[in-house]
């Protein structure tokens, strides 16, 4: 089976028109939850509306280390707009109906979107358009956020949705009136992700709903292997040498990290930086990656050490799992922010900036989303499903 172009979280929440709270607060809110991606859907709100919001989503995104990413549904036109305002979306989704997706990718400011489509019956998820990356599926059952929505495919239909899209490299997304409950069968049934409206909208604590379905998600697909290797990636902050050391507890494997094999020749990172500048830098480190690779461990790499197309191939030839830890930026700079021995978290905004350019090199690999749990939490659920 052709290995998956992209990973999705295990919720993709879809903003809802008829809320109390507009679109580009949802999005907002949705982000400060935990939530990496969210669609924005307007219909059927005006267009100068849904200009509006769109534009405040992303520039309140911007400002937060391109957190949450944000797919914009059907409106090609508002993705040209948002690109030339210099606020180019995550992606764009686009129906059956819709604007074919190799002419969106022609329009000015679009050419590096993800594009998601959706499919309704085997002869379209048997042959996706060949420009998307993740596909839909469904309707798993009747939803009223769609009345005009296409006959249910249920728990069969999803099965064998999932097992054609897979076999083709795009991401399958389960959509159509799904709840938590049906979280455990369709990650079963191979799906990447759950579209939701309503029940992420109705939800008190989103965080929570997202906790539970990453969780029913390592249940159906556990993401690691007694003796296998870990490599956690992700940015400064987000926790990874700290959760390396308690998984390395319960895996019963070393615990290595990138940046302390660097200080361990014996500068800090700080003096070496300040003599040799980040490409120095960048060449012990990626030494120190591969010396960690050597035997199965579980190694925490620096934050800019993803960036490096060899130690990405030299990961994935170790054999090693790569997990992206997968914080709120926010609360990352809250805990890292202005660190004297961290030389590239001075300011803010150049702080988010680099968040934000690294985010599509650590998306390469599956997310792991703390969602502000303590991480012998998150390390327990992590290893034990």
Same mark, same amino acid.
């Given at each position: ?37 969210v669609?924005?859907?307007?219909k ?17 995104a ?9 797919c914009v ?10 690109a ?7 992606g *764009?989704?686009? %129906?059956q &109906?819709?604007?074919p997706?190799?002419? #969106?990718? $022609? @329009?000015?400011g /679009?050419? !590096? +979107? ?10 379209e ?13 469904g ?8 009345p ?11 099965r ?11 991401a399958?997304v389960?959509?159509g ?11 079963e ?20 709903l997202?906790?539970?379905?990453q969780?029913?998600?390592w249940?159906?697909?556990?993401p690691?292997?007694?003796g296998?290797g870990?490599? *956690?990636?992700? %940015?400064s &902050?987000?926790?990874k040498s700290?959760? #390396?050391? $308690? @998984?390395g507890? /319960?895996? !019963? +494997? ?9 200080e361990?020749?014996?500068r800090s990172?700080a003096?070496i ?17 591969r ?8 190694v925490?790499l ?18 090693f ?5 997968a914080?709120v ?8 922010g ?18 934000a ?23 327990e659920?992590?290893?034990?499903q």
């Amino acid at each position: 089976m052709a290995r998956l172009s992209m990973h999705l979280p295990p919720l993709y929440p879809i903003t809802d028109p008829h809320s109390r709270l507009t679109l580009s607060a949802q999005i907002l809110r949705l982000g400060e939850a935990g939530f990496p991606l969210v669609q924005f859907r307007g219909k059927p709100l005006d267009p100068l509306t849904q200009w509006r919001e769109l534009e405040a989503a992303l520039g309140a995104a911007a400002d937060r280390g391109g957190w949450p990413a944000v797919c914009v549904n059907d409106r090609a036109d508002l993705a040209v707009l948002a690109a030339g305002a210099g606020r180019v979306p995550w992606g *764009l989704h686009l %129906g059956q &109906g819709d604007l074919p997706h190799a002419e #969106a990718l $022609r @329009l000015p400011g /679009l050419a !590096g +979107l993800h594009l998601g489509c959706s499919t309704h019956q085997p002869e379209e998820w048997e042959a996706p358009d060949p420009a998307c990356d993740h596909a839909g599926i469904g309707p798993f059952r009747a939803t009223a956020s769609k009345p005009d929505h296409a006959k249910p495919v249920g728990l069969e239909g999803l099965r064998a949705g999932c097992r054609a899209l897979r076999a083709r490299g795009v991401a399958p997304v389960a959509i159509g009136g799904l709840t938590l409950g049906d979280a455990r069968g369709c990650f079963e049934a191979g799906a990447e992700a759950l579209a939701m409206v309503g029940e992420v909208a109705r939800a008190d604590e989103p965080g929570r709903l997202l906790w539970q379905a990453q969780v029913e998600r390592w249940r159906a697909r556990p993401p690691l292997a007694q003796g296998q290797g870990v490599v *956690l990636l992700g %940015g400064s &902050g987000a926790g990874k040498s700290s959760l #390396a050391v $308690r @998984l390395g507890r /319960l895996l !019963g +494997l070393p615990v290595l990290d990138s940046d302390r094999r660097v200080e361990a020749l014996g500068r800090s990172i700080a003096a070496i930086f300040a003599d040799q500048g980040e490409a120095g830098f960048r060449a012990l480190e990626a030494a120190a990656v591969r010396e960690c690779l050597a035997a199965p461990a579980v190694v925490a790499l620096g934050a800019g050490a993803w960036e490096d197309p060899g130690t990405r191939e030299a990961v994935r030839a170790s054999g090693f799992t790569a997990l992206w830890l997968a914080e709120v930026p926010a609360r990352a700079w809250d805990r890292v922010g202005m660190d004297p021995f961290r030389p590239l978290a001075a300011t803010r905004e150049q702080f988010m900036a680099r968040w934000a350019r690294r985010t599509a090199a650590w998306s390469e690999a599956p997310m792991v989303l703390p969602l502000g749990r303590p991480l012998h939490e998150l390390a327990e659920a992590l290893v034990h499903q």
